[in-house]
């Protein structure tokens, strides 16, 4: 990472602020980023604005679209200066462990964005950033995996300790690795979500997918041996939602004059910007969450396929439909497009408590998932 660069908040960042709302900037137009965006457009006390890599991917009434390539430093800073947010939330990724382990290099650019990190010590030091992370981090042979919980010193352990098997994780592991160094920062390590349809494309998770081959009638393989802690997208939402009400600070602009001189006066004289480093700590106090964000109870995709065929043969919308057992670890030499960690159940009982949020069992998210699906 590079130095920290010194540079006056521009002006117009005054009149966004006028309101008294949080700024947040969601990084990312995917699954999790729509269902974000639809619950902070609920809320009043946000000023809401997502990016996105191609025009006219999908729109939100009440939120701001922003054109944004994520590995471009030029693109990343016309969108944050256009924003200027109190809080991004980077849901971005190469998220194809397949088309990671093809091509590590543009995995690596997206999922360990330096020019998002980079810019924004430019542009917005003190802003609060949220990672969403992944449980593919995890080498999947030490079940159950705890996470660093509050401060920085136990989530650099916890990082330190993550041993990733594939492309796709040792890109997300290593932004986890950068962000020790941001004094405002929130990692949720995520599993597979389940739930409804994103609600603006109306894509959907293994749930759908499943439900979907299902009504084909043919006998439909699954792992029996691959383990997830398997989560309600919605509670991963609830516990952005709560991080944010825990932990943004909306930018209070000083006096424009005094800011500029003092910050003219920091690029000179190293004394002065230890100084203003001291007084942006007692604004904008440091936080460091490292948090999984899992379900309640590790299944397999076997598992949560029989309970998938459960819901729907008590509803009466399948029977005779077959499900087999596959065993992932005896397929491994079967060249799989990419390696995979077996069991990366994980301990989430720190997002519970520090978040002061229950755990959704999944089947509620699953009955969600195909309440919509029909």
Known sequence: MTSRKVFAAPSGRNKAQADGRVRV?????????????????????????????REGVWTCEGAGALHMDITDETSVAKALWRSLPDVVVNTAAMASPKACEADPEAATKTNCPLALLETMFAVVPDALFVQLSTDIVLGGDEAPYGDGGQ??????????????????????????KCLLAWPRCAILRCSNMVGPRAPFTGDGKFVQWLSSELSKGEPVDLWRDEIRSFV???????????????????????DTKARAEALDAATKKPSELAFRDREARRAYPPVFLHLNAGGPSPFSRLDLGRLVLQILEQQQ????????????????????????????????????????????????AVRAALRENN
């Not at 650099?156 to 300790?161: F, P, R, S």
């Not at 509670?235 to 000083?254: N, S």
């Open 25 to 53: 900037l969601v990084t990312g137009s995917g699954y999790v980023a729509q269902h974000l965006v639809a619950a902070l457009t609920k809320k009043k006390e946000a000023v809401v604005m997502y990016t996105h890599r």
């Open 151 to 176: 401060g920085v010193a136990a989530a650099a352990t916890a990082i330190d300790a993550a041993r990733p098997v594939n492309a796709y994780g040792r890109s997300k592991l290593a932004f986890e």
């Open 232 to 254: 309600d997208v919605r509670a991963v939402v609830d516990g952005i939602l709560r991080v944010i009400e825990l932990h943004a600070k909306r930018y209070e602009p000083a």
């Open 317 to 364: 919308q399948q029977d005779n439909a077959t499900l087999n057992s596959v065993s992932r670890a005896a397929a491994a030499g079967a060249a799989l497009p990419y390696p995979s960690p077996l069991d990366v159940a994980m301990d989430s009982s720190n997002f519970e408590r520090h978040l002061g949020l229950r755990p959704v069992p999944v089947v509620e």
